[in-house]
Each structure stands twice: as C-alpha cells, then as structure tokens.
C-alpha cells in the first residue's frame, strides 16, 4: 500500500506490539478531544492489523470509544525497524509472532523507519471516525496485554 493511502480500519481489531505511557495516552486524549479531530493515522501491518506506529492513538480511539481510525498499511517485511534496548534483538516476523501471542515488547523497544515519505498529517472530524458503515473488514480478537507505564 501506498503509504500516502489512508484507510479507515476498525479499532476493535488492532492490535499493540508494545506497551505504551499512561501519562501520554492522558495528555494525547485531552489534545484530541480539545482540538476535535485525527491528525495523525496508525501505520499498521497489513496483514494483521498490528500497529507498528502509534500505540498512544490507539488507546486514545480506544478510550474515546471511536469505532474506526486512520490507518496506512504496511508489508511489514519491507519496514526497516530496530531495538531501541540491547537486550531486545528482533525482526518483523518475531515482533509479528510476539504481538499475535499477546507478549508485546515493553514500551519504547521496537523502532520503525517507514518506506516513503512516512505517516502523513490529515485532519478528520472525530465525528467522522464514531460509529457508522465502511468499507473495511472487522476483526474481533483478544486485546493483549500490554506494558503500561504510569
């Protein structure tokens, strides 16, 4: 997928590869509700819905009770990502095996340099993004759990 191409994807269906800070998903939330639309989309693994970038937005969606998020996809084989910890060593499909196990890394360890230009900015209507009919598929799947720092 083109990563200028942004889709709108089910939250209920997206999955973490690692933890995220309570404190920012709380200062995220307030700067959404505040400005009352999406800025920026997940990037997502195409393939299952993981989010490669953008675990704080998807606890925001999640807190927000949004039915659906802005997302561009990814062939997760064709990401160039890193260990931001030495005691953490990976590839995709590890992280990708990992998060569909439900053992996302700690928060801060995986780190992804998109193909392009990278995530674009956008700005939709939070209204835009509750309830309603698209024409993405739905996944339902056991949420993980996931490191949470205060």
């Known amino acids: 997928m083109s990563a200028s191409q942004v889709v709108k994807v089910r939250v209920d269906g997206l999955r973490h590869i690692e933890g995220y800070s309570r404190k920012r998903v709380q200062w995220l939330l307030e700067k959404v509700v505040n400005e009352g639309v999406w800025t920026k989309p997940v990037a997502l693994d195409e393939a299952h819905d993981l989010v490669l970038d953008g675990q704080h937005r998807m606890e925001v969606a999640r807190r927000l009770e ?11 084989a064709e990401v160039e990502l890193w260990s931001l910890r030495p005691a953490h060593q990976f590839d995709w499909r590890l992280v990708t095996q990992r998060a569909l196990a439900g053992q996302p890394y700690p928060y801060k360890t995986v780190k992804h340099r998109f193909p392009g230009a990278g995530l674009p900015l956008i700005s939709v209507p939070l209204q835009e993004l509750r309830g309603g009919v698209s024409a993405t598929r739905r996944r339902v799947g056991v949420v993980p759990r996931v490191e949470v720092r205060a």
């Not at 949004?66 to 997760?76: E, F, G």
């Open 66 to 76: 949004l039915t659906w998020i802005p997302a561009v996809r990814y062939v997760y």
